[in-house]
C-alpha cells in the first residue's frame, strides 16, 4: 500500500524496524505493552498496523482488525506533545477509509470521552457504554466444579458461542487465544459459557447469569484482572458492586455503519479493546 502524504505528514504501515520505542506512545493508565501486543499479531492477515510520522518523527498510531465485513479501529494514540493539532483526526479518518476500501460496512470501535469527541465528528454513533472493574487482589471465591478446562475438539463450540453472542465471526482470535480456557457444559453438552484468559483481558461469555457470575469468579481469584462489560449485563454489574471492585474509567462502544446483531447482556467481560 503506498503511503499517504500531507505537506509535513505521513502515514504508513509499521513494519518490524519501527516497533522498538513505540511504547513510549501508549498512555501509562492502559496498562498495555504497545510493542508486544505489535509483535504478537505482526504476522496476522487480519490485522493492520500504522504510525503518523510528522518531519520524520512518529507522533501517532492506530490499527485496525479485518474480518468478512466487520472492521475494528483500535490503538489510536497520539503522543502527548503533540495533542491538540488534529493528529487523531487524520489517524482516525485515515483508518476509517482504509476500511471502506476492505469493504467493510460495519467499523466498531471502544473509546474514552475524549476519544468519543473525535469519532463523532467522523460519524461514528454511540451504541452503548461498558463499565471496568477490576481486582486489585485476588478473591477467595468457591468455584462450581461444574466449570471444566476446554481443550482443542471443544473450539468450534467456542466460536459458535462466541458469534451468536457477539455478532461477528472472532474465529480467527478464538483459534489463537482459547489454549488455558475454562467452559460450563448443559445436560446436552451445549457449552452455555467459557471464559478464555489469554484472550487479551480474558473474554467470558455465557447464556446464562448463573454461569457467568462462576466464570467471573474464577478470573477474579487472580489479582489484576480487568473486566469491561456492557451496561446492559445488569447480573455481572451487580456482582462486581456486591464485591467491591474497583471501578475504573467508562469507555463507549461506537459504531459506523451497520451495528451487529449482539447480544451485550451475555457479555461478561470483553476480550480487548481492539476488538470487543
Known amino acids: 500500500m503506498n503511503p499517504i502524504f500531507s505537506i509535513k505528514k505521513m502515514i504508513k504501515p509499521i513494519l518490524a524496524s519501527d516497533i522498538s520505542g513505540l511504547n513510549s506512545l501508549s498512555p501509562p493508565d492502559w496498562k498495555m505493552d504497545y510493542e508486544e501486543f505489535l509483535k504478537d499479531f505482526s504476522e496476522e492477515e487480519f490485522f493492520h498496523p500504522f504510525i503518523l510520522l510528522e518531519n520524520e518523527q512518529v507522533v501517532g498510531t492506530g490499527n485496525v482488525f479485518i474480518k468478512d465485513k466487520v472492521g475494528w479501529l483500535a490503538n489510536i494514540i497520539v503522543d ?13 479518518t485515515f483508518l476509517v477509509d482504509f ?8 467499523q466498531l470501535l471502544l473509546a474514552t470521552y475524549l476519544g468519543a469527541q473525535v469519532y463523532k465528528k467522523i460519524g461514528f454513533v454511540k451504541t452503548t457504554e461498558y463499565r471496568c472493574f477490576e481486582s486489585l487482589s485476588g478473591k477467595p471465591f468457591l468455584i462450581s466444579d461444574e466449570i471444566r478446562s476446554l481443550e482443542e475438539k471443544d473450539v468450534k463450540k467456542i466460536i459458535h458461542l462466541d458469534q451468536e453472542i457477539n455478532g461477528e465471526n472472532r474465529a480467527h482470535l478464538i483459534n489463537k487465544f482459547y489454549h488455558g480456557s475454562a467452559g460450563f457444559f448443559d445436560k446436552n453438552n451445549e457449552l452455555i459459557g467459557c471464559y478464555l484468559p489469554n484472550f487479551s483481558r480474558g473474554l467470558v461469555l455465557s447464556k ?52 451487529n446483531d449482539w447480544i451485550p447482556e451475555n457479555i461478561y467481560s470483553y476480550g480487548g479493546g481492539f476488538c470487543g
Open 80 to 92: 502527548k506533545n503533540h495533542r491538540g493539532k488534529g493528529l487523531g483526526y487524520t489517524m482516525t
Open 99 to 106: 476500511l471502506k476500501a476492505h469493504h467493510c460496512t460495519t
Open 208 to 259: 446464562n447469569a448463573l454461569v457467568g457470575i462462576e466464570l467471573l469468579k474464577l478470573k477474579h481469584m487472580e489479582k489484576g484482572r480487568k473486566s469491561l462489560l456492557p451496561i446492559e449485563n445488569k447480573a455481572g454489574i451487580q456482582f462486581f458492586e456486591d464485591h467491591n471492585f474497583s471501578e475504573g474509567q467508562q469507555l463507549s462502544r461506537m459504531v459506523l455503519g451497520k451495528e
